[in-house]
């Protein structure tokens, strides 16, 4: 790698940064969950709405990762509590009804239909989930709600080599929404907005997909490498994923830290490096996904081996990212990430790449230390966070006269 790599790169998209996705922590397989691996699920499935926790995280089965996404962020517009309420009890209702599919009222031809028809007369589950979280900003002076805030909860630092754009950053309210088909995607959020308006506004909006295994094992990102090779899985994730610990708010066990990063890939520029400095850079080959020093994807690299990084080099991302030491063990996260496609910037380049997802019992433990460790890795000449932000993934909905946020609010 040259010395002027990273400033020619960086000046030849910097007239781009206004439109440019900003994101973190990366892409790679170490962060990542075999429930990544995971991904189209048949057309008639449908998540459970009510219990502990959401949907949408760690979803059972064999199709734990659903093909297609959306994560939207809004701003609450309410004065008052009550007008939070009043918006989490709508999001719920509405919320109840999609991932369970039905049909829709009529509600006369005097009236506007009560829906859009997009998904026809009878509306499909079809592996819909809502996965709802809240940011810091709603624990400010507003609602009265700041002694209740998770302790963890912060707005995402700015991390160095971040490109952050304010228009892609925050939210009070954050939807992840996940099915089989994009036009459930549209459906449901058109549904939500519909219907939530009043209450909360729009602030940002990028949809996803996942590629299926190609030829076979975990799914690529856009820099064709395999992506979710090492996430955790059963138990391992669940002792990963949810709040447990006293130190948090009553209300919080069951829920789990987000963390959102969207991360534009150079695509263009990594289309001319040789192949050998890619795997370099990951520390797996791209076609298999295996480890430099293995020949299956799922090898567990052997760094005790190879100390001086002759053969896995010392910052790879697999190797900064784990360790795989005793102490790094808790640090692992629970991965659910996505590819994006925006089109062009106003330079003409493409402008696609990453949304990064994690969830995690303790976003400084997890999150937060395996970035420290990824800060000027090589990968980042080629990568550019630009948005997202720490979200609080609320508990689940109990039953049919429980709500989104109701121990928080009540």
């Not at 004065?79 to 509600?107: H, M, N």
């Not at 003409?348 to 800060?375: P, S």
Request: glycine share 10%.
């Amino acid at each position: 790698m040259t010395i002027s790599r990273r400033s020619l790169l960086k000046g030849a998209v910097a007239g781009a940064a206004g439109t440019a996705l900003t994101g973190g922590v990366l892409l790679g397989g170490e962060h990542a969950d075999a429930q990544d691996s995971r991904v189209s699920a048949p057309a008639s499935s449908a998540y459970p709405f009510h219990g502990v926790h959401q949907a949408g995280i760690l979803n059972p089965g064999p199709s734990a990762k659903q093909a297609f996404s959306c994560f939207v962020a809004f701003d609450v517009m309410g004065a008052a509590k009550r007008d939070v309420i009043d918006a989490l009890q709508t999001l719920t209702s509405r919320a109840r009804f999609l991932t369970g599919g039905g049909v829709p009222p009529d509600l006369g031809v005097g009236e506007p239909p009560s829906d859009s028809d997009v998904l026809g007369p009878d509306v499909p589950a079809d592996g819909l989930t809502v996965t709802v979280s809240v940011g810091s900003t709603v624990f400010d002076q507003r609602y009265g709600l700041a002694p209740a805030k998770p302790a963890k909860l912060t707005p995402m630092p700015i991390f160095p080599n971040d490109l952050p754009d304010p228009a892609w950053l925050g939210g009070d309210v954050v939807l992840q929404i996940c099915a089989n088909h994009p036009d459930t995607i549209h459906h449901a959020i058109r549904d939500i907005t519909k219907h939530t308006r009043s209450g909360m506004q729009l602030r940002w909006k990028i949809e996803g997909y996942a590629s299926p295994p190609r030829p076979s094992g975990t799914p690529r990102n856009l820099l064709g490498f395999k992506d979710g090779t090492a996430n955790p899985t059963g138990g391992t994730a669940s002792s990963l994923v949810w709040v447990t610990d006293a130190s948090e708010p009553a209300w919080a066990q069951g829920g789990s830290y987000q963390v959102v990063r969207l991360i534009r890939m150079l695509v263009e520029f990594w289309d001319r490096v040789s192949i050998n400095e890619q795997e370099g850079m990951f520390g797996r080959r791209r076609d298999s996904g295996a480890p430099l020093d293995g020949n299956t994807e799922f090898a567990t690299p052997d760094y005790a081996a190879d100390p001086q990084g002759k053969v896995i080099p010392l910052d790879s991302h697999i190797r900064l990212a784990n360790p795989r030491t005793a102490g790094s063990a808790d640090q692992r996260i629970i991965r659910r990430s996505y590819n994006y496609d925006l089109g062009l910037d106003q330079n003409g380049n493409l402008q696609a790449g990453h949304v990064f997802v994690a969830y995690q019992q303790d976003v400084e433990r997890q999150f937060a230390t395996i970035q420290a460790r990824l800060i000027n890795e090589p990968l980042v000449d080629y990568v550019q966070p630009f948005g997202g932000g720490y979200f609080f993934a609320l508990p689940g909905v109990s039953d049919v006269n429980d709500w989104y946020g109701r121990r928080l609010l009540t």
